[in-house]
Structures are given as C-alpha cells and as structure tokens.
C-alpha cells in the first residue's frame, strides 16, 4: 500500500504516457507506433545524456545538435558500405598524404609547446605556436581542396569502412566525448553562459562542415541507406525489423538507465549535486570542481552521440542539413525539464509524452489552421498565402518556446522532480 | 591598383558594415549582461523582430521616405525602434521578471531567453514567410560609385546609401549612450547597478527603473541594427544563430559590461569575418609575370571559405576566453 501512495504521481505519469502511445498503436497502426517507439528510445538516450549534464551538474549545453549531428556522421563513417572506386583511384593516397601533413604539422605545435628552451617564455612560445597553427592550417586547407575536389569528380565521396553498426555507435560515443573534452577543457572554468554560447556556436560550425565537405559526406546528397544493426524492413518486414531494433535499444536503455541509478547514489553522484548546489562548499571540501564538472560534461555528451548514432541508423538517411536547432536541441531540452531534470524516470517519461504529443502536433496544427484558412477566406474574404503551411509549422516553434518559459515559470523543477533525500 | 579598390570594397567597406551592425547588437547583449546578468540569447531575433517592424510600416506606407529624400525603411525605423523598445519591456515584465523574483540561477535565465528566442522566430516566421525580403520594393537603392585620381584605377569605390546610413547612426548612437551612460542621472544609476546591484539597491536606485531603460535601450539599438542591416542586404528571417554568435562574440571580446568595448568588439569581429574570407589571391595576380613558371599560383587563397564565415567569430570567441576571458578592455568576470 505505501508503494502505490509513495509513488502515487510516478504511476500516473506512467499511465499517461502508456495511454498516449496505447492510442498511437490503435490509431495509426503497429508499424508506425514500433517507429514512434524506437525514435523515442533514441531521443531517451540523447535526453539521459543531458539529464546527467543539466539535472546533475547544472551544465548548460545549447548544442545538442552538433553532438548528434558529428556522432551520426563518424557512426556512418564507419558502418557504411566500403566505397571500392574511391579506394581504387589514387585520391586514397593522396588524401592520405594531406592528413599525414596535418599530422605532422600538429606534432610540431605541440612539440613547440612542449620545447624546455620556451616554458619560461610564455609570449615567444604562444607566438610560436599560433605561427605554427596559422601554417598548419593554411598548408592542410591548400593541400585538400584539389584532393576533395577530385574525389568528388571521381568517386562520388570516400564511402565508409564497412565495420559492424555497432562499432559505429561507439565510435560516434567516443567522437562526441571528444568534443566534449575540447569544449568543456575551454569553457567550464568560465561562467556558466560561456558553455551555452560555445556550444551552440560549436553546434552550428559541425552543421556547416557536413553540409559542405562534400567529399566526406555528400553534403545536402545526402547518404542512403545506412546498414541497420538488425535485418533491415526489406528483409523481414517492417514489423519484425522495427521491433527487433527497438529491442536492442530498451537492452541499451536498460543498462544506461541502471547505472545512471547507481551513479546517482553513489558518492560520485552526490559529490557532483554538491557542486551543482554549492559550488563554494565543494570547493571548500576539495572536490575538484571543474575535474567533475568535465567528467560529467563528457559522459552525457557520450551518452548523446551513442543516442544521435542510433537515432539516424534508424532513419537510415544521413542528411546534413536535416539536423535542425529546434529538433535536436531545444526539444530535448524540453523532454528533459518538463519531465524533471536530475530524475532519470521524470527524464524517460519526459521524452515519451513531449515525443507523441511533437509528432502528433503536426497534423493537429495543420487541421487547426487549415480550419483558419477556411474561416478567414469565407468570412472576410482573406487569400491565405502561399507558404501557408509551412508557415503554420512554425507555430510549434512558438509552443515550444512557450512550453519552456512557462515550465521555467510555473514547475521549475519539472512533472516528477527529483527527490532530495534527506539524511 | 584596381586590386586595392577590390580590398576596398570587399574588406573595408563591407566589414565596416556588418561590424557596425554586431557592434549596435553587442552594446545591448553587453548592456543586459553587466545589468541583468545573463546572456540574452533572444537577441538576434529581436533584431529580426525589429527589421519586420519596419518592413511591416515600409509595406504599408511605402512611399513615406520621398519626404525626406531617404530610403522609407530607414524612415519609418524609429517607429520600429519604438515598437520593439516597447515589446522588450513587455518580454521582461512577463518572463524574465517573474524568474528573477524567485531568485533562479543566471543559467536559468539563459535558458528563458531560449524558450523567448523561440517563440519570436516562430511568430516572425508564421506571419513574415521563411524567404527573404527586400526593402526597396517601391522605390531604388541609391548606389555611389567613386572612382579614385589615379590612371591605373579603372574600378570604382562602391558604397551604397544604407551604408551611409548605417555608418551615420552607429556614430550617433554611440555618441548619445556615451553621453547618457556618463552625464545623465540614469545613466550613472546603470553603472551603479551594473557595478555592484546590492550595493546600487541600497543607496536607493530604483532598479527596476534601471532595468526598464535597460531594455528600451537594448531593443530600441536591436531594432536598428537589424533594419539597417536588412536595408543593406535583405530582411532573412531565419539569421538568428548566425547573429548571436558574431554579437556574443564581440560582447565578449571587448569585455562584459562594457558598451565601448562591445562597439570595438563588433569592429573586430566584423573585419575579422571579411578579411577571413578575402581572397588573397587577387594581390599577387600583379605579379603573376615575374614569378618562376614551376611555381603555379593558387586562384583563391582565403583562410575561411565563404561557406564557413561562422568559424571566424567562433574562433575569435575560443581564443579570447582562452587567454583572455575578461576582453581587450577587462569587463567583469560575473
């Protein structure tokens, strides 16, 4: 009895969510509902990862989308068919030789850096080494562009290595952790608007790069279809595929979701709130602030790159340019804060409601103003434009926006807020 | 020669131009960050807001600039400015106020502004369309063409009237907030709070007074940069990202809370952004003659190319909060 009133809000939330997608499966149909379902265990994973990020650190990450964006793209990268007339011409080589040339350009800035004679000289060693970057970097962009060029012209684009799905996933993880560290490595001992401002910058710049080098992505061609770690629909229908998909995705939430658990009640856990709730104390205790605030930042960035990689294996279409700010970043924002951050069960039932209610909102707005259309040209003899659609969508920018002030305003703390334990 | 007017053109004019305008931009982000205490990522897209508003008044009175021999979008600009001053205030009194009652985090803040970032672009696009548009509808976008006193100089000089403009109303704008910020009572109650708000509170400024002309003044300059860089180019409603980070990028260079250096810091960042993405290559053609015939010259040497342009503010931002978190003229670290 003191289980079902303790958790009385829990089991509603649960319901509710169980009840929505209950309805997407009577209405529109098993296959479509087993899609709704694998994305959301995509976006979970994502929104696990900034759960750990905002709900226990307090850390602000604006660019989500780049994070996804760059993990899909080293996991395609790696899982994809290899590209023979690529390797068979002789740009293989040569590109090899312009990385080598890079390679050895960043051997030298570090060597710079690193050289006895300039530690006690920090203005001649800074100097040096940004003459040797400005080099680097000019040589490297010179030495590409007739390589990527011919690439281009003759094979189309570098195809991929042909390597299991799954070591794409954790490649793309590893990738994302990467940036991560660069990222965090800058900003994290600066105020905290200065990672929010990076990062979005950071998200934007990892869009115009793979929209643009078309000889490692296609650019707006885009890339399709990219291997599935199951069979694919074609093989054995669609309703097996999916459910087969969303079965390693729910062993992966599993998993993640148990040691996210264990990782929020263990000290490690609660050193990390303590810095979140009283940067000074922690300090003052000698917990190594940044150290921990980069830890964290890493692991959800991970996190998100494993989610991001899944994410577009299962759309199975690479698409640069379909990475959206709002989709990708201010969405899962919104998973996270409505269904409370720092709580990983507020966080999954977050991502499922605020998914079925996103996707269903399309046709509802479009009915909606479709119902606008009509009034207004009956009535007041109004001509509705002719990007009336397109424009109509863009109402559900505004709920969103809206969505995230009222709940900063009204349940700061989101539908199932984390429960402080007292001791 | 020519190849002189060419880096005219393309570098100094034009990075004039956009600084000008990031620099208008800075100047509120940097307001609002020394007062408020957040960084307002709203900003771009109250600089949309602002140039619809004025393209919105341009459409329906379209031939109001023949007055005043101007262009009738820089006419109806103040009304715009108004208007948006206006909305400013009212975006505050109803969701950064309430916020800041229950004494939430600056993050938080941020992350409001997001959510209000969010709503204008969705409201801009539903009633303005995705495309871009363009000012000089009715009437023609005065161009003028000086040609230099030199014989090898058959290019000319190009700068058009919004330029013009535009450089003329940065001048004055920067101008009065000198004057307001350093001999007008509110303006010295804005340094006070921006210094130190406990303090200003105590000694009896009436901050939310502050804070209000804080916003008339962030949205009034946000609505001008935006209609001054619409009547250069055109009106894109979907610049917003690619806005802020040129803006947050040159608050943060000149240092935070310090509407001067944020006017250096749109300088920096502009010409940063078209000396990046200048081709070079144009200044040795000259000498293309005298060079060994092994040596083949490239046709394009630029450090970014064009498709990159958002790389530059970017990079400039990674480095200055590498070495120099507090800017070129030491703002606050808060």
Known sequence: ?423 | MNELIFFINKVIISGASIGAVYAMGAIGVTLIFGILRFAHFAHGDMMTMGAFFAFALTALFPTAGQLFGLPTGFVMMPFAMLITAVIAVLIDKAFYQPLRKNNVSSVTMVMASIGVTLMLQGLIRLFGGIEAKHFFFAERKDIFRLSLPFESASRKIVITEPQILLFVFTLLAVFSLHYILTHTRMGKAMRAVSDNPDLARVSGINTQKVIIVTWLIAGSLAAAAGTLLSLDVSLKPDLSFNLLLPIFAAAIVGGVGHPFGAVVGGFVVGFAETLSIFNWAIFLRPFKDSFPEWLELPSKIALVPTEYKITVPFFILIVILIWRPTGIFKGKVL
């Open chain 1, 1 to 423: 009895m003191n289980i079902i009133s303790d958790n009385k809000r829990e089991l509603v939330l649960v319901g509710l969510a169980s009840a929505l997608v209950a309805l997407v499966f009577l209405n529109l149909g098993t296959a479509y509902g087993l899609r709704m379902l694998a994305e959301i265990a995509c976006f979970t994973i994502i929104a696990l990862g900034l759960t750990i990020q905002w709900g226990y650190a307090g850390l602000f990450n604006a660019g989500i989308m780049g994070f996804i964006a760059l993990s899909a793209f080293v996991s395609m990268l790696v899982s994809y068919p290899v590209n023979e007339s690529f390797w068979a011409s002789g740009d293989a080589s040569s590109l090899a030789g312009v990385f080598a040339g890079l390679g050895v350009g960043i051997a030298i800035i570090w060597g710079i850096n690193k050289l006895p004679v300039l530690q006690s000289r920090t203005k001649l060693r800074r100097l040096l080494v940004l003459i040797a970057i400005a080099t680097t970097y000019l040589m490297f962009m010179q030495s590409l562009a007739p390589v990527a060029s011919s690439i281009e012209k003759t094979a189309g684009f570098v195809g991929g290595f042909g390597l299991p799905v799954w070591m794409g996933w954790v490649a793309g993880g590893i990738v994302a952790g990467l940036l991560a560290w660069f990222v965090g490595h800058i900003c994290l001992g600066l105020r905290s608007d200065y990672l929010a401002i990076a990062t979005l910058g950071i998200a934007e710049i990892i869009k115009a790069v793979l929209k643009n080098a078309d000889w490692l992505t296609r650019g707006t061609l885009t890339v399709s279809p990219l291997p599935w770690p199951v069979p694919t629909p074609g093989e054995i229908g669609f309703i097996t595929s999916r459910a087969l998909y969303l079965a390693i995705m729910a062993i992966l939430i599993a998993v993640i979701f148990w040691l996210l658990q264990r990782a929020y009640s263990a000290p490690w856990g609660r050193m990390i709130r303590a810095i979140r709730d009283n940067e000074l104390a922690a300090a003052a205790m000698g917990k190594d602030v940044n150290g921990r605030r980069l830890e964290v930042f890493i692991i959800g960035s991970v996190l998100m790159g494993i989610g991001g990689a899944a994410l577009v294996t299962f759309n199975s279409i690479f698409d640069p340019s379909g990475f959206l700010p709002l989709h990708h970043t201010f969405l899962i924002w919104v998973m996270v804060i409505l269904g409370g951050a720092g709580n990983n069960l507020g966080t999954l039932i977050g991502t499922v409601i605020v998914y079925v209610v996103w996707v269903m909102s399309e046709p509802a707005t479009l009915a909606v103003f479709e119902g606008i259309r009509y009034l207004g040209e009956t009535w007041f003899d109004w001509q509705a434009p002719n990007d009336f659609d397109s424009r109509a969508l863009q109402m559900r920018v505004f709920v969103i926006g809206l969505t995230i002030t009222l709940v900063l305003r009204f349940a700061p703390r989101g539908l199932l807020p984390e429960k402080i334990r007292e001791h």
